[in-house]
């Protein structure tokens, strides 16, 4: 089962910025909090990651609380082309079956014009 | 760089039948993974393997599915005899050895009649 909680969906409007919840009450202290988004019809692609400190790159930026209990990946000026399937995971790094990701529902976001 | 390819796309079936999916991934990549996507879930893990060796089969229906990776390459998952509930697309996704993210194609969309 997943070990994350998310919203099932969200809405935004085009030009502001998209906030994304997920609660990971139960992360252990060697995994990670990932995230992935699937556009329609199109596999999922990687977004970004972090272990404790908040992360920044060109796509979005995430926040993770001190606890590590919660997270939440923010889309500085959402797009049309953002619309998608948010998927928040929590994982080791590594090469063995321990670090196989493990999908939850996602929540799907909306951006309205 | 060139992505994770899949063949074909779009299949459609009748029951009982077989279906092979192939799967290129990512030059270099030495972890190949297949997923299964029901439509309105997360993608499932079905099968890790790490270069030609299984690493994790644990949610494959062995009775029906298979997959190989004889060279470490290039992979097929194949499903004989299909059943109506494995309508869904099959993902195939690759990754380095150590670290780095999951790359994923665009999934092949399996239709059982």
């Known amino acids: 089962d997943a070990k994350t909680t998310q919203p099932p969906s969200m809405d935004c409007a085009e030009g502001r910025a998209a906030n994304l919840p997920c609660n990971h009450s139960?992360?252990?202290?060697?995994?990670?909090v990932y995230w992935y988004r699937q556009i329609h019809s199109q596999g999922p692609q990687y977004i970004i990651h972090?272990?404790?400190n908040n992360e920044t790159n060109e796509m979005a930026s995430l926040i993770i609380t001190e606890d590590r209990k919660s997270s939440t990946l923010i889309l500085p000026h959402a797009t049309l082309r953002d619309t998608a399937v948010y998927y928040c995971?929590?994982?080791?790094?590594?090469?063995?079956?321990?670090?196989?990701?493990?999908f939850g529902s996602g929540t799907r976001l909306s951006i309205r014009p | 760089e060139a992505g994770v390819a899949q063949s074909p796309r779009y299949k459609i079936i009748e029951k009982r039948q077989s279906v092979a999916f192939w799967c290129n991934p990512i030059s270099g990549h030495a972890t190949l993974y297949w997923y299964q996507q029901i439509l309105g879930q997360g993608p499932k893990l079905l099968i890790q393997?790490?270069?030609?060796?299984?690493?994790?089969d644990s949610q494959l229906p062995k009775d029906r599915f298979s997959a190989e990776r004889l060279k470490g390459v290039d992979s097929t998952l194949k499903i004989q005899p299909a059943k109506l509930e494995d309508s869904a697309v099959y993902l195939c996704?690759?990754?380095?050895?150590?670290?780095?993210?999951?790359?994923f194609g665009p999934g092949t969309r399996l239709t059982v009649t």
């Open positions: 393997f790490q270069n030609n060796g299984v690493v994790d």
């Open positions: 996704a690759s990754r380095q050895l150590v670290g780095g993210e999951q790359y």
């Open positions: 139960t992360i252990s202290g060697n995994e990670y």
């Open positions: 995971i929590v994982r080791v790094v590594g090469y063995s079956s321990a670090s196989k990701i493990i």
């Open positions: 972090g272990l404790k």
